[in-house]
């Protein structure tokens, strides 16, 4: 067993089977038109709805040196924060921590959970405070970042913070069945995630 194993291991690898890294990938533009052409079809009198495709610019090819400047797209289903904005840094909440994206970062995505996302500008911090969603890093310092909702974090009243918190700490402890204690889980994780943005 072991020498076949050996064998394998010393087989040289095979040129035509390597496979290229989707940041090597030419930057294309890819467009819902068949989504399109059916919504005319349907329903000619009324403009076809933006898709996420609408709102984020094709990738350009990955440069030869690190830029000096993150490129960010910050969308939300129904609207866009920010459209190929050019910042020093973001950190955003990934599941398994706090996580800086710089220039040059390498290819990364993560998933969201409640928390603060904070985009650097010079001195400026902007700051808000989002539900869940995604963030794809691309090779070329371009960075998506897809969220379910997001507030500005100085829009948030910290009273109803408290308010909300109490209330689902309630529905935990008086929760009978499997859904409402879930429920009341997730109300109480984002509403905490909500106080600790507001107090740090």
């Known amino acids: ?25 030419p930057a294309a533009q890819t467009a819902d038109t068949t989504f399109m052409e059916a919504w005319k079809k349907v329903i000619p009198n009324i403009d076809p709805p933006k898709t996420p495709l609408s709102f984020i610019q094709p990738r350009p090819p990955t440069p030869s040196s690190i830029p000096s400047k993150l490129t960010v797209n910050f969308v939300l289903p129904y609207s866009s924060e920010l459209a190929t904005k050019e910042v020093d840094m973001v950190i955003v909440p990934a599941t398994t921590g706090q996580m800086g994206v710089l220039p040059g970062h390498v290819a990364t995505i993560a ?23 995604f963030v794809f890093i691309h090779a070329n310092s371009f960075a998506d970042i897809i969220a379910v909702e997001a507030v500005p ?14 209330e689902f700490t309630q529905k935990l402890s008086s929760a009978t069945t499997d859904l409402e204690k879930a429920e009341a889980q997730i109300g109480i994780d984002v509403h905490s995630a909500l106080n600790s943005a507001l107090t740090s």
């Open 1 to 25: 067993m072991l020498r076949r194993a050996s064998k394998l291991l010393a087989r040289p690898v095979l040129a035509a089977r390597t496979r290229s890294f989707s940041a090597d990938l």
């Open 111 to 133: 998933e969201l959970k409640p928390g603060v996302l904070s985009v650097h500008e010079g001195s400026e911090v902007t700051k808000y405070f989002i539900s869940s969603g």
């Open 153 to 166: 974090l100085d829009q948030i009243d910290a009273s109803l913070v408290q308010k909300g918190l109490a």
